[in-house]
């Protein structure tokens, strides 16, 4: 069974500075994609970025980019330019197709982000 | 544009008690899906379907269940609550023929508490 771990429960950084949040998954699976979602207090969960791993270019959205490293099963978020609405529980998730036509996404714990005025 | 609406939004059941969440998208997608987060656990998959007549089970799917008779809903059906269900409940849903790196689009939860 594929694993995600986000070995990072909190991390905290101060306004206008630069966060890494880190990922490594677990899968035997050649073709997956790999995702960060956000979720605010408001516990609506918003995608902030995705990757696929057949491309061997970071994906990058504004002020998030990610750190993919295939090989080594890792999959790093970096936000530059830290904001205040950053604050949030960021999840990382992995989705493959097993053969059943798409298999859901499994996530992370979770790491909340603080944002230090 | 309502996406994905669930609800109800907050539920209050007694063990033993019988309740189905109503989950509903009007994006046409192929694939649904619920999940429930518990702090510190993430979220993890309870069902999902990929498509109307089609449903699986997830990591989590004993005490649940989900049918899928048309292409919008996705009910998630707890027949007997108990205390180890208390959770926030997601419905999510997305598109397969454009690829599994279609996002999900997920509702806003609904927050169960079973005494």
């Known amino acids: 069974a594929q694993t995600v771990t986000q070995s990072q429960p909190e991390m905290s950084v101060q306004e206008a500075e630069t966060v890494t949040l880190s990922c490594t998954y677990d899968?035997?699976?050649?073709?997956?994609?790999l995702f960060w979602y956000k979720q605010p207090p408001s516990r609506q969960m918003i995608l902030v970025i995705r990757?696929?791993?057949?491309?061997?270019q970071n994906a990058t959205e504004n002020r998030f980019s990610v750190n993919f490293q295939k090989a080594a099963k890792s999959f790093s978020l970096k936000i530059s330019d830290s904001q205040l609405g950053d604050a949030a529980m960021y999840f990382c998730?992995?989705?493959?197709?097993?053969?059943?036509?798409?298999?859901?996404?499994?996530f992370g714990k979770g790491t909340h982000l603080i944002i230090q005025p | 544009n309502a996406g994905v609406t669930q609800t109800p939004k907050f539920q209050v059941l007694k063990t033993g008690q019988s309740m189905t969440l109503q989950c509903a998208q009007d994006m046409n997608h192929e694939y649904m899906s619920w999940y429930r987060q518990d702090p510190g656990m993430g979220l993890r998959l309870i069902h999902y379907s990929v498509g109307a007549g089609i449903t699986d089970q997830g990591e989590v799917p004993n005490g649940y269940n989900v049918s899928r008779s048309t292409t919008e809903d996705f009910p998630l059906r707890l027949l007997s609550a108990a205390p180890s269900q208390t959770s926030v409940y997601f419905c999510?849903?997305?598109?397969?023929?454009?690829?599994?790196?279609?996002?999900?689009?997920f509702g806003n939860g609904t927050r169960l508490t079973v005494t």
């Open positions: 999510a849903s997305s598109y397969i023929r454009t690829g599994l790196n279609s996002p999900l689009h």
């Open positions: 990757q696929e791993a057949y491309k061997q």
């Open positions: 899968t035997s699976e050649s073709d997956y994609y």
């Open positions: 998730a992995y989705r493959a197709d097993s053969g059943g036509g798409a298999d859901g996404l499994t």
